[in-house]
């Protein structure tokens, strides 16, 4: 039967190499942003996140980016394992919306061993 | 720490049963968050409490949801009567300040 739901951008990579994901949002008065991943029959995991008075941040083997002026955000997987293939969120918070994040759809990222 | 712990796991139900669904937030921290993730809409908010208080309760879908935290370390999402369309993946949050927040592993509810 047909498929109904989000359909949700995709992403394949070969192990080893980086990946990136990107998240565009829409409130200007966004202030807070954070990157999840959720594998399969899991809850989304926290990675990293970021506050609107930077535009970079680094993890572990993870970077945010965060681009104000276009209102675009970007999560950057370096050496991409195939343990990393998931779904992953964006999610935001205005600065009004207390407590309440905005997700976005959700990416899958598909890793090739 | 054990994280965000929710029970049960998995729940299948008829349709007109009462299903309650159990959260244990992370010692510690002052906000829980009960979301519901559809193919069709994605991951939704339907209520936040801060300190045991409910805050935000504008994402409950009707009265056929509530919710309640009698105390720090435990809240229950219930649903009376449950209808097939309440079938979701349910997953409970918390956090120590209301903007980084942790996932439980969720709940998968059927309602037959």
């Known amino acids: 039967g047909e498929s109904v739901g989000l359909h949700l951008p995709t992403l394949s990579v070969q192990e080893g190499d980086n990946s990136i994901i990107n998240c565009a949002y829409s409130n200007s008065a966004s202030d807070y942003f954070i990157w999840y991943k959720q594998e399969s029959g899991k809850g989304p995991q926290f990675i990293i996140d970021i506050r609107s008075n930077m535009d970079k941040r680094q993890g572990q083997r993870v970077t945010v980016l965060l681009n104000k002026t276009v209102k675009h955000l970007s999560l950057q997987i370096a050496a991409t394992q195939p343990g990393d293939s998931a779904v992953y969120f964006c999610?935001?918070?205005?600065?009004?919306?207390?407590?309440?994040?905005?997700f976005g759809q959700g990416t899958i990222l598909t890793v090739h061993p | 720490d054990a994280g965000v712990i929710q029970s049960p796991r998995h729940e299948v139900t008829e349709m007109g049963q009462e299903v309650t669904l159990r959260c244990k937030p992370i010692?510690?921290?002052?906000?829980l968050f009960w979301y519901r993730q559809t193919m069709m809409r994605g991951l939704e908010l339907l209520i936040y409490f801060n300190n045991n208080v409910p805050i935000d309760d504008s994402g409950m879908p009707e009265d056929r949801f509530s919710a309640k935290m009698p105390n720090a370390s435990f809240s229950t999402l219930k649903i009376q009567p449950s209808e097939p369309r309440d079938s979701a993946v349910y997953f409970c949050?918390?956090?120590?300040?209301?903007?980084?927040?942790?996932f439980g592993p969720g709940t998968r509810l059927t309602v037959l």
């Open positions: 999610a935001g918070k205005g600065g009004t919306s207390y407590g309440k994040l905005t």
């Open positions: 949050a918390s956090s120590l300040v209301p903007d980084t927040q942790y």
């Open positions: 010692s510690g921290h002052d906000y």
